[in-house]
T-cell receptor, first 111, second 113 residues
């Protein structure tokens, strides 16, 4: 079983749609949670951190459910520029070697 | 401010050849990392360096060696390349106190024939 599991997609949605991605992690000792974004043939970039209280950054909302070991990312009013692969990442806070990446969910926003 | 740079961008090797991937960062970060990314798999940590002068194995270190040349530079060496090492290699760096917020270089696409 993978430590971090994501639906690989692809998710194809029209512009303006709301889309949600889910992620589950197996290590209950995980302490830090993130979503990274990776454009085609580019490097991953941090999109946002994820907190138990949930957090929002513009059109993006991330939620963490520690009891269910589940992380989500909601994108509202999708733009063409949101097309990318979204990586769910979990780690031990303060540990350099315990950052585990999911394989990513591919999103294509269609005109 | 270039962030994290990697050379080369692309490389084709024959089985058994050796090569070194170079990485440099200009953000004064203490920690640096080497990952590989294969289709359908998440990034996997090969080696990391928490600070200048130290290196440690990650999840998939076999077949690789690293050198933390100074605070800025962290190189990855393949001594005898194998087809299983065909992958995209990313270097990353982070502040010492925030190792889980990492900044990635543009990657090196390596093919071993």
């Amino acid at each position: 079983r993978k430590e971090v599991e994501q639906d690989p997609g692809p998710f194809n949605v029209p512009e303006g749609a709301t889309v949600a991605f889910n992620c589950t992690y197996s290590n209950s000792a995980s302490q830090s949670f993130f979503w990274y974004r990776q454009d085609c043939r580019k490097e991953p970039k941090l999109l946002m951190s994820v907190y138990s209280s949930g957090n929002e950054d513009g059109r993006f909302t991330a939620q963490l459910n520690r009891a269910s070991q589940y992380i989500s990312l909601l994108i509202r009013d999708s733009k063409l520029s949101d097309s990318a692969t979204y990586l769910c990442v979990v780690g031990y806070s303060g540990s350099a070697r315990q950052l585990t990446f999911g394989s990513g969910t591919q999103l294509t926003v269609l005109p | 401010n270039a962030g994290v740079t990697q050379t080369p961008k692309f490389q084709v090797l024959k089985t058994g050849q050796s090569m070194t991937l170079q990485c440099a960062q200009d953000m004064n970060h203490n920690s640096m990392y080497w990952y590989r990314q294969d289709p359908g798999m998440g990034l996997r940590l090969i080696y990391y360096s928490a600070s200048e002068g130290t290196t440690d194995k990650g999840e998939v270190p076999n077949g690789y060696n690293v050198s933390r040349l100074n605070k800025r530079e962290f190189s990855l060496r393949l001594e005898s390349a194998a087809p299983s090492q065909t992958s995209v290699y990313f270097c990353a760096s982070s502040e010492a106190l925030r190792p889980d917020t990492q900044y990635f270089g543009p990657g090196t696409r390596l093919t071993v024939l």
